[in-house]
């Protein structure tokens, strides 16, 4: 399985609500990653889990909580989203907690945040 | 941090043309030097990918060149189709540095 998923496809959630994305790997590896994709922009790295264990956090606002459960499970609580978060969330993972590694992307979590 | 840009921004070409985007970085540390393809609606997808010890690669209608000392690398598509359309990333780096992505270039190959 070389397939990263997640869910839920598609979320709209007011700016008072409380949501989770969930993302999923089997592939073993234990790098995972979220990202944040506006319109017509390149993906821009928000944390890094490495064994379970978070080793970056592009100092992203406390609205965005990650969380490792397992080695296969990423999620991203979302709290207290602004407008201006709307955008398309990328999961990743990777053998390993390295640049020189290829990243295996999931097919995104599209957000609207009204 | 690495400094990475993508030319052109914009790329459009008739089908069964060639087409040629560079990458150039600013950290000589990188050696890892790969090519995103983002379809749109997609997620970003690897098509290619070298490293420093390599000056060439190919695969069937796609390659990607490196110059290590001038700090770029492209990528090649020949005979391009219309499943071609897309955007391009680049994404340069090596052990221990920062997960950057270039700005992309869209690539349009017109029937």
């Known amino acids: 399985d070389t397939e990263v998923t997640q869910t839920p496809k598609h979320l709209v959630m007011g700016m008072t609500n409380k949501k989770s994305l969930k993302c999923e790997q089997h592939m073993g590896h234990r790098a995972m990653y979220w990202y944040k994709q506006k319109a017509k922009k390149p993906p821009e790295l928000m944390f890094v889990?490495?064994?379970?264990?978070?080793?970056i956090n592009e100092s992203v606002p406390s609205r965005f909580s990650p969380e490792c459960p397992n080695s296969s499970l990423l999620n991203l609580h979302l709290h207290a989203l602004q407008p201006e978060d709307s955008a398309l969330y990328l999961c990743?993972?990777?053998?390993?907690?390295?640049?020189?590694?290829?990243?295996?992307f999931g097919p995104g979590t599209r957000l609207t945040v009204t | 941090g690495e400094n990475v840009e993508q030319h052109p921004s914009t790329l459009s070409v008739q089908e069964g043309d060639s087409a040629v985007i560079k990458c150039t970085y600013s950290?000589?540390?990188?050696?890892?030097f790969p090519w995103y393809k983002q379809e749109l609606g997609k997620r970003p997808q690897l098509i290619i990918d070298i490293r420093s010890n390599v000056g060439e690669k190919k695969d069937q209608r796609i390659a990607v060149t490196l110059n290590k000392t001038a700090k770029h690398f492209s990528l090649h598509i020949t005979e391009t189709q219309p499943e071609d359309s897309a955007v391009y990333f680049c994404?340069?780096?090596?052990?221990?540095?920062?997960?950057?992505f270039g700005p992309g270039t869209r690539l349009s190959v017109l029937p």
């Open positions: 994404a340069p780096g090596g052990y221990g540095q920062n997960f950057v």
């Open positions: 950290d000589s540390a990188s050696n890892y």
């Open positions: 889990y490495s064994y379970e264990k978070l080793s």
């Open positions: 990743a993972s990777s053998q390993a907690d390295r640049r020189d590694y290829e990243q295996y």
